[in-house]
């Protein structure tokens, strides 16, 4: 069982930067894939980005590429995801997830574990 827990959500002006922590329970996070997904008011939940168990293969969706970058540290069990010059169609509830295995996908339902997630705000 993984609990994970997000933080670092905000109000920020567009062309600025957050940066998400999402904190994970367990002794095996580091062979856990991680996810950040998002969701906004009426829409479906997307994959914004992934990042496979060691940290060596991150993927990300072309909406956020050049912008967003995902890490993590694994003697934390923490993922983070750095948001950078942040539009108003960023605007969402951003979650985080995991699934017990090395390989990162992009389908939500393919995560077992989510956290309770962090909204973020970008005002134009």
């Known amino acids: 069982q993984v609990q994970l827990v997000e933080s670092g959500g905000g109000l920020v002006q567009a062309g600025g930067s957050l940066r998400l922590s999402c904190a994970a329970s367990?002794?095996?996070?580091?062979?856990?894939?991680m996810g950040w997904f998002r969701q906004a008011p009426g829409k479906e939940r997307e994959f914004v980005t992934g990042i496979s168990w060691s940290g060596g293969n991150t993927y990300y969706a072309d909406s956020v590429k050049g912008r967003f970058t995902i890490s993590r540290d694994n003697a934390k069990n923490t993922v983070y995801l750095q948001m950078n010059s942040l539009k108003p169609e960023d605007t969402a509830v951003y979650y985080c997830a995991a699934r017990p295995t090395i390989v990162v996908v992009t389908t939500p339902w393919r995560y077992d574990y989510w956290g309770q997630g962090t909204q973020v705000t970008v005002s134009s």
């Open positions: 367990g002794r095996t996070f580091s062979s856990y894939a």
